[in-house]
T-cell receptor
Framework: DTEVTQTPKHLVMGMTNKKSLKCEQH?????MYWYKQKAKKPPELMFV???????INESVPSRFSPECPNSSLLNLHLHALQPEDSALYLC???????????????FGSGTRLTVV | AQTVTQSQPEMSVQEAETVTLSCTYD???????LFWYKQPPSRQMILVIR??????QNATENRFSVNFQKAAKSFSLKISDSQLGDAAMYFC???????????FGAGTRLTVKP
């Protein structure tokens, strides 16, 4: 299995809703990432988990709450989002920094989030 | 902080021709990795080619090759025999060795004309 699977592919939520994005990989990667991508912009790093521990939080608002329950799963819990949070949310995985970092990241196809 | 610059927002190439996408980066590190990713309308980021900074030889993957100039901090992507399926956004990316932080350039939108 060489894929990163993200669900759902599309999500529309109200500003008072609570929802979660899910990401799964079975490649034995021990680093997992959340990126946010606005239209016609590059992906922006949000969070990094290394060996199931949060290692990087790029000053993301607390309405985004990541969780890494095990080495294959990564969740992003959403609560009280704003319309400007509408974007494509990409999950990626890789060997962690101590591993073969030259292999880059494997990305999922993203969740298109719309906040209304 | 490391930055990645792609100075060409859009490029166009005729099918079967060759096109070069530019990328420069800024770093004080000596050990790092560079990547080109392709993002078609399907949204998934696909790794096209990678280069280790310690290797002098330019990486090649079939029709894709890079021109890595470490001293100039330049990392351009050459696509030969362009195909319609090459049309996509192309992102240049940098990752420091032993670091879980990959940074992307602003991207270049490549159009392939039949």
């Amino acid at each position: 299995d060489t894929e990163v699977t993200q669900t759902p592919k599309h999500l529309v939520m109200g500003m008072t809703n609570k929802k979660s994005l899910k990401c799964e990989q079975h490649m034995g990667h021990r680093a997992m990432y959340w990126y946010k991508q606005k239209a016609k912009k590059p992906p922006e790093l949000m969070f990094v988990y290394s060996y199931e521990k949060l290692s990087i939080n790029e000053s993301v608002p607390s309405r985004f709450s990541p969780e890494c329950p095990n080495s294959s799963l990564l969740n992003l819990h959403l609560h009280a989002l704003q319309p400007e949070d509408s974007a494509l949310y990409l999950c990626a995985s890789s060997h962690p920094g101590q591993g073969p970092t030259n292999y880059g990241y494997t990305f999922g196809s993203g969740t298109r989030l719309t906040v209304v | 902080a490391q930055t990645v610059t792609q100075s060409q927002p859009e490029m166009s190439v005729q099918e079967a021709e060759t096109v070069t996408l530019s990328c420069t980066y800024d770093t004080s590190e000596s050990d790092y990795y560079l990547f080109w990713y392709k993002q078609p309308p399907s949204r998934q980021m696909i790794l096209v080619i990678r280069q280790e900074a310690y290797k002098q030889q330019n990486a090649t993957e079939n029709r894709f090759s890079v021109n890595f100039q470490k001293a100039a901090k330049s990392f351009s992507l050459k696509i030969s025999d362009s195909q319609l399926g090459d049309a996509a956004m192309y992102f240049c990316a940098y990752r420091m060795h032993n670091n879980n932080d990959m940074r992307f350039g602003a991207g270049t939108r490549l159009t392939v004309k039949p």
